[in-house]
């Protein structure tokens, strides 16, 4: 990615802007804006490089896509508007900018009009008095003094794009359009005007092809932040009741931290799934195991050693048996020692019943590097005989039942078992978590309720 621009107005070598003067003590702070002269005062409100984050300044560099990906609040609304004005306007109100034909895009046109035209971080909002564009409602369009214009679309009807020409673009949301593939394509044919035409993209991001097509295209640079990087701009008490709610989630990686977070096609579990498994609340257990996957070799290079504690409640016929996912314990550890002490501090924490590792690599070294800091804690060695997917697939059948829950702060894992698919692990790296996940699943749910049902055989004299 292209490293962010920086302003070029600097005080003493450093970028003037509202963060690292409150940051200065308050004697320098009163020195610094008192050393502003009357005019720069009265602009401060529309110097946008004065306030903005790091992630809302467009990237330097030869650029045609800038995607900005933020969760909910995190000020890409702001940047999109501002940096259509950067585009627009001129030195002095009637001097021409680097563009005069602006396409705003989004799902539809009452979004278009309220969000990115009249909304409190919307383009009419970040405009002052002498550059402030004249919105024509039955045209659709803000038209700017200097005779820039931006016209509104609506990504539902992709084919009110085909026939205009713009030399720029403000898409906004796209990874909730229900037409995104056919709409953005449209807009590409009408970005034709002009040296340079440029487009920028404010979404939240969400797993759909089209994002991923365009954030892996060579021309496409892209920015992004957190809710919480905007925090000062919250409402107060607004970022402590979502991260309450939505904290350690999956959808809360998604909507609050900003992050791609991909459900492979034909993955075993889905962001959907797994936000329907959450509890808050697990019941008293009738086991607890914590599972260990661990890695091949032992040094700083080494994959992470996957580590997952589990309970379960099994009374009653297996069909009523429930487990919930307690923990995420992995490390990334240099030496077997380290994977072990984690494993077994994991079992002291959760009062758990057994140890339960997976031997495929290490055979009897691993029980040998765990007895040598505990000597007496429940062991069970486990052995795959199957692939990954398939070791995999009853576990899912489970999760699909509703049988297993997941508590708050699995996001590490949650992601690598939506890139577990039919075909195999599709995620970078080795799958050590979910493998310690299956593990912990199938001694507590599958092993117990398949020797229930095997048949009894009894011996006659």
């Not at 909304?119 to 005779?147: F, H, K, M, Q, Y």
Request: charged share 25%; with cysteine.
């Amino acid at each position: 990615m292209t490293k962010p621009r920086t302003s070029t107005s600097t005080t003493r070598g450093r970028r003037l802007n509202a963060g690292w003067i409150a940051s200065l003590p308050k004697a320098t702070r009163t020195e610094v804006l008192q050393g502003l002269d009357d005019a720069t005062l009265a602009a401060l409100p529309f110097l946008f490089e004065f306030w903005a984050l790091d992630h809302q300044l467009p990237p330097e560099g030869a650029w045609r896509s800038w995607v900005i990906l933020g969760g909910r609040g995190a000020g890409k609304t702001r940047a999109g508007a501002e940096w259509v004005r950067g585009r627009v306007e001129g030195a002095r109100p009637s001097d021409p900018g680097r563009s005069r034909r602006v396409a705003l895009v989004a799902e539809t046109y009452d979004q278009a009009r309220d969000v990115m035209v009249f909304g409190e971080s919307g383009i009419l909002a970040c405009s002052p008095p002498d550059r402030r564009p004249e919105w024509l409602a039955t045209r659709r369009r803000l038209v700017w003094p200097n005779g820039a214009e931006a016209q509104t679309f609506s990504a539902s009807e992709p084919e009110a794009l085909r026939g205009p020409q713009f030399d720029a673009a403000w898409v906004d949301e796209l990874a909730k359009w229900k037409k995104a593939d056919v709409a953005w394509d449209m807009l590409q044919f009408a970005l034709r005007l002009g040296d340079d035409p440029r487009q920028v993209v404010t979404t939240t991001p969400r797993d759909v092809a089209i994002l991923r097509t365009i954030l892996g295209a060579r021309s496409t640079v892209s920015t992004h932040a957190a809710t919480a990087a905007n925090r000062a701009n919250l409402a107060p008490g607004f970022l402590e009741e979502v991260e309450a709610r939505y904290g350690g989630t999956r959808t809360g990686r998604q909507e609050l931290e900003g992050l791609l977070l991909e459900d492979r096609e034909g993955a075993l579990w889905t962001t959907a799934g797994l936000e329907a498994v959450r509890t808050d609340a697990p019941p008293a257990f009738t086991r607890v195991v914590v599972a260990v996957d661990p890695p091949v070799t032992g040094h700083a290079g080494s994959d992470e050693c996957g580590i997952v504690v589990a309970g379960a409640l099994t009374e009653g016929p297996p069909a009523q048996w429930r487990a919930v996912v307690l923990e995420d314990a992995s490390v990334s550890a240099a030496k077997p020692t380290d994977w072990a002490r984690a494993a077994l501090d994991a079992v002291a924490r959760h009062g758990a019943d057994r140890l339960v590792a997976e031997v495929n690599q290490g055979g009897d070294l691993v029980e040998s590097v765990i007895r040598q800091i505990d000597a007496l804690v429940p062991y069970r060695a486990v052995r795959a005989a199957k692939g990954k997917a398939a070791r995999a697939e009853p576990v899912a059948a489970l999760y699909e039942q509703g049988r297993v829950s997941h508590l708050r702060g699995l996001g590490a894992l949650e992601d690598q078992m939506c890139q577990m698919t039919i075909r195999g692990y599709e995620g970078a790296g080795s799958p050590d978590r979910l493998d310690a996940l299956v593990w912990a699943i199938h001694d507590l749910m599958i092993l117990p309720a398949r020797d229930i049902r095997r048949p009894q055989v009894r011996t006659l004299p």
